[in-house]
């Protein structure tokens, strides 16, 4: 089977930095992604591991570890148009390259 | 330029009815993957076409949804004899190539009474 674990909710205050960790068993592997998802709207595109180390993007950086099957997003400085929800996927699947999703990671972000 | 379109995006269906919904992926993707998002829940594959060809639909939940891409480009998802376990938001979304990043479109959110 296969499986995305990322926490359920998240706080943390305008200004700070959040990580948020995502833990994965699947069968097969060609990449991990992580999208932002605002209420109502559609996932959009943050960032993309296929090798292990560490993505940088402005504020946002993700870390991939294959033999830990173990990533995390990273967001800096804060601001309060971030609130929103964080989906971590795995892409599987030869030919296909399908998404498996984590059930997304709430993070509310406060004044 | 333009981004993944579906329509409608929204949709009230009465227990029993059929249903189709619309994707316009970005012009000249070959990948085009539908998804089912549950409120509160990642989204789920359903299936997935390279050009007109449906490579998988191992995600299909059952008999009652139907996919196609006849010119490779607009795809529909059709859902016959409607149940209320099928409302949810359904993604569309479209790569340049196998393995890119998907552009999903706004979804469609379906509600079965």
């Known amino acids: 089977g296969q499986n995305i674990d990322q926490p359920t909710e998240m706080t943390a205050t305008e200004g700070a930095i959040v990580q948020i960790n995502c833990t994965y068993q699947t069968s097969g592997f060609n990449g991990l992604f992580w999208y932002q998802q605002h209420a109502g709207e559609a996932p959009t595109f943050l960032s993309y591991n296929v090798l292990d180390g560490l993505e940088e993007k402005g504020r946002f950086s993700s870390f991939l570890s294959r033999s830990k099957g173990y990533s995390y997003l990273l967001l800096k400085e804060l601001q309060m148009k971030d609130s929103a929800s964080y989906l971590c996927a795995v892409s599987i699947g030869g030919a296909t390259n399908k998404l498996i999703f984590g059930t997304g990671t709430l993070l509310a972000v406060q004044p | 330029g333009a981004g993944v379109s579906q329509s409608p995006r929204y949709k009230v269906a009465k227990r029993g009815q059929d249903v189709a919904l619309r994707c316009d992926p970005i012009s000249g993707h070959v990948s085009l993957f539908w998804y089912q998002q549950a409120l509160g829940q990642g989204p789920e594959f359903l299936t997935y076409?390279?050009?007109?060809?449906?490579?998988?639909k191992s995600g299909l939940p059952s008999d009652r949804f139907f996919a196609e891409r006849p010119e490779g480009s607009v795809s529909t998802l059709k859902i016959q004899r409607t149940q209320q376990e099928d409302s949810a938001v359904y993604l569309c979304?479209?790569?340049?190539?196998?393995?890119?990043?998907?552009?999903f479109g706004p979804g469609t959110r379906l509600t079965v009474l």
């Open positions: 076409f390279q050009n007109e060809a449906q490579l998988d």
């Open positions: 979304a479209s790569s340049s190539t196998p393995g890119n990043e998907q552009f």
